[in-house]
């Protein structure tokens, strides 16, 4: 008894130590709280009044957010005077998921937007720029309609940029908005939350990275046939189905019409991937993007990738808006310079964020050239001349 006394006391303190090295570590490196409630990147959403949104002030390890539940800095509802502000939605791809903390494509965007100002309007009226990331993971197009009608829409954006998640269409169900819940209980912070050990998702995290990849493949085919015998016959997507491509243009669409009901200019920019035609896939990931979008194949997911560039671009020239065609842009890089600029299937490390808000940063300076921002206007010019229905700039 008195052995085993021993082990039992010596377990908890190797416990207790592991925990509290856990939480040091969260607490230097991240900023974290050592007694904070967060204990998933799922912690950082909240669905109340106004649909599901980014949970205000909450952080977990380096994702961080701000008053108005968005990713970035400290800014106010109203908008400062001389401030050109751009608003980013998507999803996770958007939010940033691997990048290095302030590495995400909206931060490196505003860093390059606020060098082409002080450029050209050093002493002009627009002399200040800041850009709201207002992506989520998980967050579809009809969520961010719904988002942008019931909280970005006060903070008055001149312009708002959508990398919409393409493949959500290959859900189970075509994606929807959650409806706003005013009665959505706060985020708890009971003595269980708070001391939820950390120490958990370290060992998971650890013993799935020391998985041999063909163990881990063989793992995920399991989890994936078990799934299909839940399902009848023909449930699964081997090919491109045209209606989740359709509601994907109507969505599409009613997100530009949205943009512009709240007073901005809108800007696409196709969905990128991994996956670049004519180079071998990589199984792996192929295999890992399935687990997320089960009813489909990892052959149709790209598929539906691409077709839905096409898309993305047809309604960016039937509504007179400027495109971004990222996925084309990113490929042709991965192919002609053998870089990877993505951490897994489709979120970007820290070179692709960099690629994609070059890019962007490029076709927002044309834009705001052509308008005559860049030309020292008065702040007020972008948003006016888009009430006023003025085409929002050039080809596609």
């Given at each position: 008894m008195?052995?085993?006394?021993?082990?039992?006391?010596?377990?908890?303190?190797?416990a207790?130590?592991?925990?509290?090295?856990?939480r040091?570590?969260?607490?230097?490196r991240?900023?974290m709280?050592?007694?904070?409630p967060?204990?998933?990147?799922e912690d950082?959403?909240?669905?109340?009044r106004?649909?599901?949104?980014?949970?205000?002030?909450?952080?977990?390890?380096?994702?961080?957010?701000?008053?108005?539940?968005?990713?970035?800095?400290?800014?106010?509802?109203?908008?400062?005077?001389?401030?050109?502000?751009?608003?980013?939605?998507?999803?996770?791809?958007?939010?940033?998921?691997?990048?290095?903390?302030?590495?995400?494509?909206?931060?490196?965007?505003?860093?390059?937007?606020?060098?082409?100002i002080?450029?050209?309007c050093?002493?002009g009226?627009?002399?200040r720029?800041?850009v709201l990331?207002?992506a989520?993971?998980?967050?579809?197009i009809p969520?961010?309609?719904?988002?942008?009608?019931?909280?970005?829409?006060?903070?008055?954006?001149?312009?708002?940029?959508a990398?919409?998640p393409?493949?959500?269409?290959?859900?189970?169900?075509?994606p929807?908005?959650a409806?706003p819940?005013?009665?959505?209980?706060?985020?708890?912070?009971?003595?269980?939350?708070?001391?939820?050990?950390?120490?958990?998702?370290?060992?998971?995290?650890?013993?799935?990275?020391?998985?041999?990849?063909r163990?881990?493949?063989?793992?995920r085919?399991?989890?994936?046939?078990?799934?299909?015998?839940r399902h009848?016959?023909?449930?699964?997507?081997?090919?491109?189905?045209?209606?989740?491509?359709?509601a994907?243009?109507?969505?599409?669409?009613?997100l530009?019409?949205?943009?512009?009901?709240?007073?901005?200019?809108?800007?696409?920019?196709?969905?990128?991937?991994?996956?670049?035609?004519?180079?071998?896939?990589?199984?792996?990931?192929l295999?890992?993007?399935?687990?997320?979008?089960?009813?489909?194949?990892?052959?149709?997911?790209?598929?539906?990738?691409?077709?839905?560039?096409?898309?993305?671009?047809?309604?960016?020239?039937?509504?007179?808006?400027?495109?971004?065609d990222?996925?084309?842009?990113?490929?042709?890089?991965?192919?002609?310079?053998?870089?990877?600029?993505?951490a897994?299937?489709?979120?970007?490390?820290?070179?692709?964020?960099?690629?994609?808000?070059?890019?962007?940063?490029?076709?927002?300076?044309?834009?705001l050239?052509?308008?005559?921002?860049?030309a020292?206007?008065?702040?007020?010019?972008?948003a006016?001349?888009?009430?006023?229905?003025?085409?929002?700039g050039g080809t596609?």
């Amino acid at each position: 008894m008195k052995r085993f006394g021993l082990v039992i006391s010596l377990f908890a303190v190797f416990a207790i130590a592991f925990e509290g090295t856990c939480r040091i570590e969260d607490r230097i490196r991240y900023g974290m709280p050592i007694f904070s409630p967060m204990r998933q990147e799922e912690d950082l959403v909240v669905r109340d009044r106004l649909g599901m949104h980014g949970r205000p002030n909450a952080q977990y390890e380096q994702f961080a957010l701000n008053s108005l539940g968005m990713r970035g800095p400290e800014v106010s509802v109203a908008k400062p005077a001389r401030t050109l502000r751009v608003v980013t939605v998507g999803a996770s791809e958007t939010f940033g998921l691997y990048e290095t903390a302030g590495r995400e494509y909206p931060r490196q965007l505003e860093d390059s937007l606020r060098a082409v100002i002080a450029g050209a309007c050093a002493a002009g009226s627009i002399q200040r720029v800041e850009v709201l990331n207002a992506a989520l993971f998980g967050m579809a197009i009809p969520t961010s309609i719904q988002d942008l009608r019931l909280r970005v829409a006060p903070t008055h954006p001149d312009v708002v940029v959508a990398y919409p998640p393409s493949p959500t269409y290959l859900q189970d169900e075509l994606p929807r908005a959650a409806p706003p819940d005013s009665g959505a209980p706060r985020a708890g912070s009971s003595w269980k939350r708070l001391l939820y050990p950390r120490a958990l998702g370290r060992v998971r995290d650890q013993v799935k990275a020391l998985l041999p990849l063909r163990v881990a493949n063989w793992i995920r085919g399991r989890d994936a046939r078990q799934r299909l015998r839940r399902h009848p016959p023909g449930w699964r997507f081997t090919s491109v189905p045209q209606d989740r491509l359709a509601a994907y243009d109507a969505d599409l669409r009613a997100l530009v019409g949205t943009i512009r009901a709240i007073g901005a200019i809108p800007m696409l920019a196709t969905h990128g991937n991994a996956f670049p035609p004519g180079m071998p896939p990589n199984e792996g990931l192929l295999h890992t993007w399935e687990q997320f979008y089960p009813r489909a194949t990892g052959t149709t997911i790209v598929a539906f990738d691409s077709a839905a560039r096409l898309v993305t671009l047809r309604v960016a020239r039937d509504s007179g808006v400027v495109v971004v065609d990222a996925q084309t842009l990113l490929h042709d890089r991965i192919a002609r310079d053998h870089v990877p600029l993505f951490a897994d299937y489709a979120h970007f490390n820290n070179a692709g964020a960099t690629v994609m808000a070059g890019a962007v940063a490029r076709a927002m300076n044309e834009l705001l050239a052509s308008r005559g921002a860049l030309a020292c206007a008065p702040h007020t010019t972008i948003a006016a001349r888009s009430r006023a229905g003025a085409p929002d700039g050039g080809t596609p």
